[in-house]
């Protein structure tokens, strides 16, 4: 296994530790969670710049690399609802989008095609991670909004972007 699935790897390991670490109750949980996000983007920045650079290139990491970033922010998005930091239409916003697009790079696949992350997808992922982030900390109402509008207009133009680009991938066979 190259370095950048061992990056891989070590990111999908973290997501059952966010998670317990999360629902466990003891002094700082938040914080320590909060840092088991932080070193988990990390790692997906980490793989990404191995993987082009030294053309570490796998169907491993094509695959496993979106799900483990996806997962993580689910569980991520999920627990804000649970506690009350986000509302959850606002994560179901952020799911169809991604089933969505998941969706849209299977049709492309099975037509040879590659659809490849845009620049306001990067944006998106940069911001949810940043605002993810800052939603483990104590926010004043008014930020905690902030994030949500950035969160959902990001979420919604990448997602548009995707489908205006690649619209001829999805056009109906009749």
Same mark, same amino acid.
């Given at each position: ?12 390991? $973290?997501?059952?530790?966010? %998670? &317990?670490?999360?629902?466990?109750? *003891? ?7 909060? =840092? %088991?996000?932080?070193?988990? =983007?990390?790692?997906?920045?980490a793989d990404g710049y191995v993987a082009r650079k030294k053309n570490l290139i ?5 695959? $496993?690399?979106?799900?483990?970033? +996806? ?8 627990? *804000?609802?649970?506690? /009350? ?6 994560v179901l916003i952020v799911v169809l989008r991604e089933f969505m697009v998941t ?8 037509? /040879?095609? &590659?659809?490849?992350? /845009?620049v306001s997808g990067k944006i998106k992922t940069l911001v949810g991670n940043l605002?993810?982030?800052? $939603? *483990? ?22 997602? &548009?972007?995707? *489908? &205006? +680009? ?7 066979? $009749?």
């Open positions: 296994m190259n370095l950048a699935n061992k990056l891989t790897m070590l990111r999908v390991l $973290m997501i059952p530790v966010f %998670v &317990v670490i999360l629902y466990l109750e *003891f002094t700082y949980s938040i914080y320590v969670a909060m =840092t %088991v996000f932080i070193l988990a =983007t990390l790692t997906d920045l796998t169907d491993f990491g094509k695959f $496993m690399d979106p799900l483990a970033d +996806k997962v993580l922010t689910f569980a991520a998005l999920l627990w *804000f609802i649970e506690v /009350g930091l986000i509302p959850a239409w606002l969706g849209m790079r299977l049709v492309a696949s099975s037509k /040879g095609r &590659v659809v490849a992350a /845009g605002c993810i982030i800052a $939603m *483990f900390l104590p926010l004043l109402d008014w930020m905690l909004i902030v994030c949500w509008v950035l969160i959902g207009v990001t979420t919604v133009v990448s997602g &548009v972007e995707y *489908f &205006v +680009k690649n619209k001829d991938i999805m056009k109906m066979d $009749m």
